[in-house]
């Protein structure tokens, strides 16, 4: 069993910047993801990180405003958001897969069996 607590939403005006922060219990191996969705919405990921290498995955609506990074001694990692845009507005939920051995971490649901609770981001034009 992994815990996750994420951290850091709110609101923002358009072109502003938040950073979302996840501790887990453990993050060592495995692929950590965060992750969007608005409600009567299909989730949808937004990135992802390799914690092994650091390799980072983006989809292409956050790509070159969106960064994911992580600290490995504080089992942590952060989404940090410029330039946002209101359609960045959503619930953000990180997640983290229960093993590793990953050669690319994926921006869909299923193979993420831990999640967060969840943090609002809400950007307003």
């Known amino acids: 069993q992994v815990e996750l607590v994420e951290s850091g939403g709110g609101s923002e005006q358009a072109g502003g910047s938040l950073r979302l922060s996840c501790s887990a219990s453990?993050?060592?191996?495995?692929?950590m993801g965060w992750f969007r969705q608005l409600p009567g919405r299909e989730r949808e990921g937004v990135a992802a990180?390799?914690?092994?290498?650091?390799?980072?995955y983006y989809d292409d609506s956050v790509k070159g405003r969106f960064t994911v990074s992580q600290d490995n001694a504080k089992n942590t990692v952060y989404l940090q958001m410029n330039n946002l845009k209101p359609e960045d507005t959503s619930m953000y939920y990180c997640?983290?897969?229960?093993?590793?051995?990953?050669?690319?971490?994926?921006?869909?649901?299923?193979?993420?069996?831990?999640w967060g609770q969840g943090t609002q981001v809400t950007v307003s034009s």
């Open positions: 990180i390799r914690s092994d290498d650091g390799r980072a």
């Open positions: 453990r993050i060592s191996g495995r692929c």
């Open positions: 997640a983290v897969t229960a093993a590793g051995g990953w050669s690319f971490c994926p921006l869909i649901s299923p193979p993420y069996n831990y």
